[in-house]
């Protein structure tokens, strides 16, 4: 607890499409375009959303030679019983508790046993005088500081009414009002039931902070009551919270209380929208301030929102290695990672990744960093790896970003990354995609297939077994692995980029006997009709090769075609959308159903025109068409940009 002046400390919170091909011509398997691969979605960079109100130095403690020998608690039952009279000498006692409670804070335990809470409240509600008022508030905000015991005994006994109706009366010293926004704000730094019942005088805080005639150490007190009560921030209604206090704000930070004024920004930040120039201005004051904690943690808020900051700021946060500081860099480096890199920052985010109370902060960072440059973060990838049990979602988001560009980079860590499908699906799904377009052999398949199952890495895994179809020994394994059937269900996925994905792998699956027959076994023939063949989108092609595919088999797999009711729309596909592969499908559906194929292009075929009839075809070894696949895959990434956390 603190008297009227204390300072407030925040401590961080645990911040392409390929070419169809030619009918008849090779087109291998197709590895879907997902979108620009960088991480968004997970917690990253933690800022600051709590704090308790700090001491000052305490006052020295008495002269030895003067103090009375009786035992403490027989002073404070003497203290009790005058604060209970009220003969006058009540003000001089309540002071008297106050610095004790702050030159000894173990003995508060002892204060409140000898039940001073209860007078020193009623002070504050009904004293005469306004500063015996705030010499109670005084000492009941020494004994709220960073105790949450006494925090509920002060509750329990209603003193947060008296302490608000002590902040709005206007006929008490400002020093007095100063005393009992101290208390509210320590009330708040604990538990719920503190952050409502402070949360019920923030108007009162802010014509406090805003009262020209405040001094600083009022405002002061104002402003960490105001930083406090707004938390949690989710809870805040934006109207109550006025943009003005940023005055107040900026004139604290240029003060001795910057701490104060960093908490008010924190809090500002968060719980309102602030115009471009008190933007500006706000960082350009915390950037000055920047040897505070506080003001660290403000500025890291800030350029969560989308502030910007000089780089010069860099060097100092670089030199602080603190929670608060890292999570600044971090938040740096979703405007400008290059100069975080240029400052020498990322070996040093490195190294913090090694310290548990860092780690999390530290990965993020660097997956943002990564989000840009990650060239400068892959030397690190053993490092990130490492992590990746005790952070899935920051170290896998920062090697998926590495992969992007550098798969051979993480390539070694498949292994890892398949153990984290289980904590970050999405993330690490993403980064064994780009190792698989760069080498399918590289990737485990079963971990990819129980992938499958999950929503957050579903389409990710489909971009990776994409390519890991592309050859021979690929689609056996996955077929072994017992994937077909999930793949099939993702056809009708609600999510069109993963029923999008699931067809390329069920088109590159369906180029071989093995694959064919595992997904006519499994209804591939039928899901991919119901999905639809008739579309213009990249999903209704990719299933209509698929089907052209299925079509190379022997009698039975066109029969299963037939069955699944593909003739008409591939027909109608075929003439009106041009469709090679639809055609290359009719054609070779004609071998055994050529009656069938030319009732449907009939039925298309205006009445004036002769229908082309074709004869049943026996298509001979050396004229045997080749799947359809693609000759390179493509990438998968992820349309997401860096993260930030407020």
């Not at 206007?170 to 509210?184: E, G, I, K």
């Not at 994905?501 to 209804?523: E, Q, S, T, W, Y």
Request: glycine fraction near 6%; hydrophobic fraction near 45%.
């Amino acid at each position: 607890m603190a008297p009227p002046d204390a300072q407030n400390g925040h401590a961080p919170s645990n911040g392409a499409t390929e070419s169809n091909g030619a009918p008849e011509q090779a087109t291998a398997p197709l590895m879907p375009p997902a979108a620009a691969a960088l991480v968004k979605d997970a917690p990253a960079l933690q800022t600051i959303t709590r704090g308790e109100l700090m001491d000052t130095p305490p006052p020295p403690p008495p002269d030895a030679d003067d103090a009375d020998a009786r035992p403490l608690e027989d002073h404070l039952r003497e203290c009790v019983a005058v604060l209970k009279r009220r003969k006058g000498r009540e003000e001089p006692v309540a002071l008297l508790l106050r610095d004790f409670c702050a030159a000894h804070p173990d003995q508060r335990h002892k204060v409140v046993k000898a039940g001073c809470i209860g007078p020193l409240i009623g002070l504050v509600r009904s004293s005469r005088t306004g500063s015996c008022k705030g010499a109670a508030a005084a000492a009941l905000a020494q004994l709220a500081y960073d105790d949450e015991g006494n925090r509920q005994a002060i509750l329990a006994c209603e003193g947060e009414k008296p302490l608000g109706a002590l902040v709005v009366d206007r006929n008490a010293p400002p020093t007095a009002r100063a005393s009992a926004c101290d208390c509210l704000a320590n009330l708040a730094a604990g538990a719920a039931d503190g952050v409502v019942a402070a949360r019920l005088h923030v108007a009162a805080f802010t014509a406090l902070a805003t009262d020209d005639e405040s001094s600083f150490d009022v405002k002061a007190s104002a402003a960490r009551a105001l930083a406090n009560a707004l938390r949690p921030l989710e809870d805040v209604e934006d109207e109550a919270v006025n943009p003005s206090l940023s005055q107040c704000a900026l004139e604290l930070l240029a003060s001795d209380h910057r701490e104060a004024g960093a908490s008010l920004a924190r809090a500002l930040v968060l719980a309102t929208e602030l115009d471009e120039g008190t933007v500006k201005k706000l960082s350009a004051a915390l950037v000055a301030a920047i040897d505070s904690d506080g003001a660290i943690g403000a500025l890291a808020n800030l350029l969560a929102r989308g502030a910007t900051a000089a780089p010069s700021v860099l060097p100092k946060l670089v030199a602080t290695r603190s929670q608060a500081s890292i999570v600044c860099i971090g938040n740096f480096a979703l405007k400008d990672a290059g100069a975080v890199v240029d400052c020498g920052a990322v070996p040093v985010l490195a190294d913090c990744l090694g310290d548990e109370a860092l780690r999390r902060s530290a990965c993020a960072a660097l997956r943002n960093v990564a989000a840009s440059n990650p060239g400068a973060v892959a030397p690190f990838s053993e490092a990130l790896a490492r992590v990746l049990g005790e952070v899935p979602n920051e170290a896998a988001g920062a090697l998926q970003n590495i992969a992007m560009v550098q798969p051979a980079a993480v390539a070694t860590y498949a292994p890892e990354l398949a153990v984290a499908l289980k904590d970050a699906p999405r993330k690490a799904a993403c980064a064994l995609a780009h190792i698989a377009a760069r080498d399918p052999a590289d990737v485990p398949v079963t971990p990819l297939v129980e992938a499958l199952n999950n929503a957050k890495s579903a389409s990710a895994a489909c971009c990776a077994l994409a390519c890991v179809a592309s050859d021979t020994p690929g689609r056996a394994a996955l077929v072994d692995a017992k994937g077909v059937p999930s793949l099939v269900a993702l056809l009708e996925d609600d999510d069109a980029k993963c029923a999008c994905a699931a067809a390329h792998v069920i088109r590159n699956l369906a180029c071989d006997d093995k694959g064919r027959r595992a997904l006519l076994i499994n209804g591939g023939a039928a899901a991919l009709s119901a999905a639809g063949l008739e579309g213009d989108d990249e999903a209704a092609q990719l299933r209509v090769e698929a089907i052209a595919n299925l079509c190379l088999g022997d009698a039975a797999d066109r029969t299963a075609v037939v069955n699944a009711k593909c003739i008409r729309p591939l027909a109608k596909r075929a003439h009106v959308l041009k469709c090679g592969a639809a055609a290359d499908a009719l054609d070779r559906l004609s071998v055994d159903e050529a009656a069938l194929v030319n009732k449907a292009r009939a039925a298309l075929t205006p009445k004036k025109a002769t229908p082309r009839r074709l004869g049943p075809r026996r298509l001979g070894p050396t004229r045997k068409p080749a799947p359809y696949q693609c000759v390179s895959p493509v990438p998968p990434a992820s349309a997401d940009g860096p993260d930030s956390v407020l």
